[in-house]
T-cell receptor, first 115, second 111 residues
């Protein structure tokens, strides 16, 4: 089973709202990722968690706040977003073997619209 | 730094035609190479991968061979179907949790 699930599928929020995106995997993977994808572009890495610790933050604005409560769950808390933050937000996970490049498996994404 | 170059799309083919999507890369060391597919309105799905030179990845009739001498990983399929219409991303990973994606190639297959 190589399934990563994400909720919600769609989210519309105002610029003053606080919302959260959720990602879950049960493959025993120890690395989890958040990506942002704009239309007709490849995904852009935002954050990486390795063994529940933040290992990479690609200079993402503080209005995006990641959280990894346990090895299966990854959240992205959103606050005071701008309309240009509207995008598809993808979660991914990988084994984190430490032996080289691990395959990343992606979820279906959350389509976020900021009004 | 690492980079991936894919042929620009869109690529429009008739059903049962032969498909090639070119992909070349620049990387230090020995990266792993991937093809991901993204159907409209969906996330990325791993299509195939290769982890070392001369490896051939294959899945659902698609194939790609890791060519170190030409730094290429071209995607091929002998006979495309309408259901193959999607965006295809070539990608590489040299480790350290980062994946470098190409810009994506949109494939449209017409009946």
């Amino acid at each position: 089973d190589t399934e990563v699930t994400q909720t919600p599928k769609h989210l519309v929020m105002g610029m003053t709202n606080k919302k959260s995106l959720k990602c879950e995997q049960h493959m025993g993977h120890r690395a989890m990722y958040w990506y942002k994808q704009k239309a007709k572009k490849p995904p852009e890495l935002m954050f990486v968690y390795s063994y529940e610790k933040l290992s990479i933050n690609e200079s993402v604005p503080s209005r995006f706040s990641p959280e990894c409560p346990n090895s299966s769950l990854l959240n992205l808390h959103l606050h005071a977003l701008q309309p240009e933050d509207s995008a598809l937000y993808l979660c991914a996970s990988s084994k984190e073997t430490g032996a080289g490049a691990d395959t990343q498996y992606f979820g279906p994404g959350t389509r976020l619209t900021v009004l | 730094g690492d980079s991936v170059t894919q042929m620009e799309g869109p690529v429009t083919l008739s059903e049962e035609a032969f498909l090639t999507i070119n992909c070349t890369y620049t990387a230090t060391g020995y990266p792993s190479l991937f093809w991901y597919v993204q159907y409209p309105g969906e996330g990325l799905q791993l299509l195939l991968k290769a982890t070392k030179a001369d490896d051939k990845g294959s899945n659902k009739g698609f194939e790609a061979t890791y060519r170190k001498e030409t730094t290429s990983f071209h995607l091929e399929k002998g006979s495309v179907q309408v259901s193959d219409s999607a965006v295809y991303f070539c990608a590489l990973s040299g480790g350290y949790q980062k994946v470098t994606f190409g810009t994506g190639t949109k494939l449209q297959v017409i009946p």
